[in-house]
């Protein structure tokens, strides 16, 4: 596993490894214990260009590929991830802090969401439309846009950059792929790395390890992409649109969330406590679906209560290497200060630690707080943290209006006995996504991924998938002769 770190440590260029021309690194570090991983000289406005301009000359043979030659490719990416699973598992836990469930939980989804790649190149249909015009024929072609973009996250790098670059590059176009400099390697390299293996040709996927710092805008503003994929805060995916929009691209984006979880006052209560334990707390809740805020009918919210805090009280919280460990660290110290930020302001705003976790450097351990004023901005924003709110409602109507208090509309998820009372309060809440009697983290290679409100623009996967990345050519045909008014 460490080779990758050593091996992977460049950009990856017009099929070509090589260092970046920038004057400073990115320095890739394990938020665990610190241990430096890999250190990478960033690329310059000028690389992210020969990025793009490598990805737009490979991409028109590309396209012209049978289709079921572009899906062998992704067969055999299949199969070497499946070959080298421990030692990307590995790489996850060393890169993110990631513990060995949730390495697990990540690749058992790439894998799946690859597996649908290799259907995908199948997937685009033309059609053939009626015309008023006598002997004209109206063929709607479905093509790919050309080069997309991937920004991709740092909580779940692998997955989340696959999941865009594999569909682009299946339905034909070629890619240039950012990952976040917190997980350059995961997120990215390693990506590139495996499609060459698997005989991608040279220049159509390009990874570049930058940062905004070094290269402005031009990641979005450059004028060959046709698609941008942002995977990240809404703030910075607000930023992107408005580039994109001024620059005639289309824009992706899949955002930043404040998922509630409502426990009805039928529900099960100890299923319910291992769906919100799970949904807030996987990957230290530093997922963009995961439950902050907990809602609670009154009437069973003691005995819930008592019973949720006493199994969050169990959770192991150390070295992520170990098996039985839950919790690890935050991605970095900006983040446990962020998180830790948010606990202190609301204790300061009059609200009660049922659980309260302290702070050693990226180690976050489990708060769970209740009391939280309801005018509080806290239960408006995404915590990107180990801190749950528990909120207690009355009835259903102020449940509600309660989960639909925010800003984000991403995911979400609902418990009680009656499955068709669960999908009638799932239709009045304002989401792309919510799930009754589950968790509130769910992702799934067929059905549409992606948020309303600030938690996004477009959807991801499946079908959804082909209107991303690809756009339809009308082309008419003429087999008779068309009458001219002059």
């Known amino acids: 596993m460490s080779s990758y770190f050593s091996d992977l440590a460049q950009q990856y260029i017009d099929g070509e490894w090589r260092p970046g021309s920038g004057s400073w690194d990115v320095i890739d570090f394990n938020p665990y214990d610190d241990e430096k991983l890999a250190s990478i000289t960033v690329?310059?406005?000028?690389?992210?260009?020969?990025?793009?301009?490598?990805?737009?000359?490979?991409?028109?043979?590309?396209?012209?590929?049978?289709p079921y030659a572009r899906?062998?490719?992704?067969?055999?990416?299949?199969?070497?991830?499946?070959?080298?699973?421990?030692?990307?598992?590995?790489?996850?836990?060393?890169e993110l802090g990631g513990t060995r469930v949730k390495a697990g939980f990540e690749l058992h989804l790439a894998k799946?969401?690859?597996?649908?790649?290799?259907?995908?190149?199948?997937?685009?249909?033309?059609?053939?439309?009626?015309?008023?015009?006598?002997g004209?024929?109206?063929?709607?072609?479905?093509?790919?846009?050309?080069?997309?973009?991937?920004?991709?996250?740092f909580n779940f790098p692998f997955l989340l950059s696959l999941k865009s670059v594999a569909p682009a590059l299946a339905l034909g176009n070629g890619v240039v792929l950012k990952p976040h400099q917190n997980t350059p390697i995961a997120g990215g390299t390693l990506i590139a790395r495996l499609f060459e293996e698997a005989g991608l040709p040279g220049g159509l996927l390009n990874v570049v390890v930058t940062d905004i710092a070094e290269i402005g805008d031009a990641f979005i503003e450059h004028p060959v992409p046709k698609v941008i994929s942002f995977t990240g805060s809404d703030q910075v995916g607000r930023h992107v649109a408005t580039v994109c929009a001024a620059n005639f691209k289309r824009s992706v984006l899949e955002l930043g969330g404040n998922s509630a979880l409502v426990v009805l006052d039928d529900a099960d209560l100890d299923y319910a406590v291992d769906a919100a334990v799970f949904s807030r707390f996987v990957h230290q809740g530093q997922v963009c679906m995961a439950a902050n805020r907990v809602l609670v009918d009154r009437s069973v919210a003691d005995e819930f209560t008592e019973r949720f805090v006493a199994k969050v009280r169990t959770l192991k919280v150390g070295d992520p290497r170990d098996p039985e460990t839950v919790i690890g660290p935050v991605i970095n110290s900006a983040q446990a200060n962020a998180v830790s930020g948010v606990v202190e302001q609301a204790l300061a705003e009059g609200a009660t630690a049922l659980v309260h976790g302290g702070t050693t450097n990226n180690m976050v351990e489990p708060s769970v707080l209740t009391g939280v004023p309801a005018d509080s901005p806290l239960l408006q924003q995404e915590v990107f943290g180990p801190v749950v709110f528990l909120v207690p409602f009355d009835g259903e109507e102020e449940a509600v209006r309660m989960v639909n208090d925010t800003p984000y509309g991403l995911s979400g998820a609902v418990h009680t006995g009656d499955i068709e009372r669960g999908v009638s309060f799932a239709k009045r809440i304002d989401t792309g996504m919510f799930h009754v009697n589950d968790g509130t983290?769910?992702?799934?290679?067929i059905v549409p991924f992606g948020g309303e409100k600030h938690s996004g623009v477009g959807?991801?996967?499946?079908?959804?998938?082909?209107?991303?990345?690809?756009?339809?050519?009308?082309?008419s045909v003429q087999h008779g002769r068309s009458g001219f008014p002059f």
């Open 136 to 153: 004209k024929e109206n063929r709607v072609y479905r093509v790919p846009v050309g080069v997309v973009g991937v920004i991709s996250p």
């Open 441 to 445: 983290v769910h992702d799934e290679p």
């Open 112 to 134: 799946e969401f690859l597996r649908e790649s290799v259907h995908l190149a199948l997937r685009p249909e033309g059609r053939i439309l009626p015309s008023p015009g006598e």
């Open 71 to 94: 899906r062998s490719v992704f067969e055999r990416v299949l199969r070497l991830i499946e070959d080298r699973e421990q030692d990307i598992a590995d790489l996850i836990i060393a």
């Open 43 to 66: 690329a310059t406005v000028d690389e992210v260009d020969q990025a793009y301009r490598a990805a737009e000359r490979a991409q028109k043979a590309w396209a012209d590929t049978n």
């Open 459 to 475: 959807r991801l996967n499946g079908e959804t998938t082909l209107e991303a990345f690809t756009t339809v050519k009308w082309i």
